[in-house]
């Protein structure tokens, strides 16, 4: 599926396959939360696609457009993220370059995506270099990810890179309206940075709001107008690795409000105002004992002792951060 937002970049795409320019390599960058995968996918498709439709998209009913759908088409292959160790490994890459290395089944094209590049290990950035270096023909490896500045340089010197700008509020809200006209899509579009497809996840979730009314919470400790005990007592039901991940955001943004006071991105732009009032009372140093406090703390959340005290641990660190604990 390709989104409105992206009919420029899919123009340029397919003219540069029908004038057969298009590189070995492919990195398809920018923020998260846009349909950059999507668009890659429906790309890979148009690649083996032998009717495409006078939009020049894929036709979605000829043989190699059903193998696609159906994930089974033998000359597309799809890397993920293990999400066990949070990165994608060398068997995959290895596996990747014998595919690769074979002759091609049934398609123009032998089309591969990986997903999330970034967290390629080190060895599997190594191994996929060696392919990088000596493409086989007629193949077209894309890269996506949202962090490409932590792909390794000399990958990204062998790529052509697209950049994948967030797409502007109104074609982000023209968008949502269409796909449901009773959200108040305004109010929450801000929320998620702007970014479409993470406004509509939070809408769906609940998190939206969830999460909105955790930073209230943390709002009115930090402003002693609330207390850690009650506050671990209306927490002690929910998933800690959540609660843990949203505090992680916050303090992140309170790092970034305190070097720059209008810092580009947040990760939560709807509580800017909330950082702003603490910004001045907050002892920096503290601030990064929280951070280090908190990766501790993620790494235990899976398994607490005691769900509650573990909040309060965390609540009890978080009001330390201020210059005059209270
Ligand atoms: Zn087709």
């Known amino acids: 599926m390709m989104y409105p937002w992206q009919a420029e970049q899919w123009q340029q795409f397919t003219q540069y396959l029908s004038s057969q320019r298009l590189a070995h390599a492919n990195l398809i960058s920018g923020p998260a939360a846009i349909g950059k995968l999507e668009f890659c996918l429906a790309y890979m498709q148009r690649l083996n696609c032998t009717q495409p439709n006078k939009e020049n998209t894929a036709c979605g009913e000829c043989n190699d457009c059903r193998l696609f759908s159906a994930r089974t088409h033998p000359d597309v292959r799809m890397i993920n993220v293990d999400e066990e160790v949070e990165q994608i490994k ?44 000596e493409p086989p023909a007629n193949s077209i490896i894309f890269l996506v990810s949202h962090h490409a500045e932590s792909l390794l340089a000399t990958i990204k010197s062998r790529c052509q890179i697209w950049k994948f700008p967030l797409p502007s509020v109104k ?37 939206g709001e969830e999460r909105l009314d955790y930073y209230r919470d943390i709002h009115q400790l930090m402003h002693c107008k609330e207390k850690v005990t009650k506050i671990s007592a209306k927490l002690q039901n929910e998933e800690l690795q959540k609660l843990v991940g949203w505090q992680q955001a916050w303090c992140a943004d309170l790092i970034r409000c305190h070097y720059k006071k209008e810092p580009v991105t947040l990760e939560n732009p709807d509580i800017r105002r909330s950082l702003h009032s603490l910004v001045g009372r907050v002892d920096l140093q503290s601030l990064y004992s929280f951070w280090d406090k908190l990766i501790e703390l993620r790494r235990f959340s899976s398994a607490p002792l005691n769900k509650r005290l573990f909040i309060e641990d965390m609540l009890v660190r978080c009001q330390e951060i201020l210059e005059q604990p209270v």
């Open 90 to 133: 060398i068997d995959d890459i290895r596996e990747l370059n014998k595919f690769m290395s074979l002759s091609r089944h049934i398609g123009t094209y032998k089309a591969v995506c990986i997903n999330q590049a970034d967290l390629m290990n080190i060895n599997a950035s190594n191994a996929l270099l060696k392919t990088l270096e």
């Open 171 to 207: 074609q982000a809200l023209d968008w949502l309206q269409q796909q449901d006209k009773s959200v108040d899509w305004k109010s929450l579009l801000p929320g998620a940075g702007n970014r479409p497809l993470l406004a509509m996840e939070l809408y769906e979730t609940g998190l």
